[in-house]
C-alpha cells in the first residue's frame, strides 16, 4: 500500500472585466479578459437569483484557454459543439427566469509529498481534470445541483 501526504486548498475566484467589475453572462468579453484569461483553468458558471443567492446550481468545467476560447463557446456555439449549445440554450432560458450567472475560476494550492503544484501546472491536462473532478465532487458534497454532465 502506498501512502500521500496530500493537501489541497481552494478559492472560487469572479472573473473579472478590466474595471473590477464581475463578468456576468452574457456580456461582452473585454480586451483585458482576453488578455488575462488566456490561460488554462478550471471555471465554474455559478447560477443564482437575486433574492436567493444561496441558490446552489452551476456548472463546472475544465479548458486549454478561458478567454476568450471557452467563454466564446457558451456565447456563439458554433453547429459542432453540442455542450456548448446545451448550456447556451440552458442558460438563456435561467435569464428569462430573472436568474444571473456568475463566472468563476478556481485558484489553487496543492501538494502531493514534496511536489507543489501551481496555477502554471493547469496547462497540464491529467492535473487540470483532477482538480475539475474534485471540484465537481466537492460541489456534489456541498448540495449543489450541476449541470455537468
Not at 128 to 133: G, L, M, S
Request: charged letters at 30%; hydrophobic letters at 35%.
Amino acid at each position: 500500500m502506498c501512502e500521500f501526504n496530500v493537501k489541497l486548498k481552494f478559492e472560487w475566484k469572479p472573473v473579472l472585466l478590466s474595471d473590477g467589475t464581475e463578468y456576468m453572462y452574457p456580456g461582452t468579453l473585454t480586451p483585458c479578459m482576453k488578455k488575462r484569461y488566456r490561460c488554462p483553468a478550471v471555471y465554474r458558471w455559478n447560477i443564482y437569483a437575486e433574492v436567493a443567492e444561496d441558490l446552489k446550481l452551476a456548472y463546472i468545467g475544465e479548458t486549454v484557454c478561458l478567454c476568450p476560447g471557452r467563454i466564446a463557446g457558451y456565447l456563439k456555439p458554433g453547429p459542432r459543439q453540442q455542450t456548448n449549445t446545451r448550456i447556451n440554450g440552458i442558460f438563456k432560458d435561467f435569464l428569462k427566469q430573472g436568474m444571473k450567472i456568475r463566472l468563476e475560476r478556481v485558484i489553487t494550492d496543492c501538494s502531493v509529498d514534496k511536489f507543489a503544484f501551481s496555477e502554471t501546472d493547469l496547462k497540464d491536462s491529467c492535473f487540470r481534470r483532477t482538480i475539475e473532478h474534485l471540484m465537481v465532487t466537492m460541489a456534489k458534497r456541498n448540495g449543489f445541483e450541476l449541470l455537468t454532465v
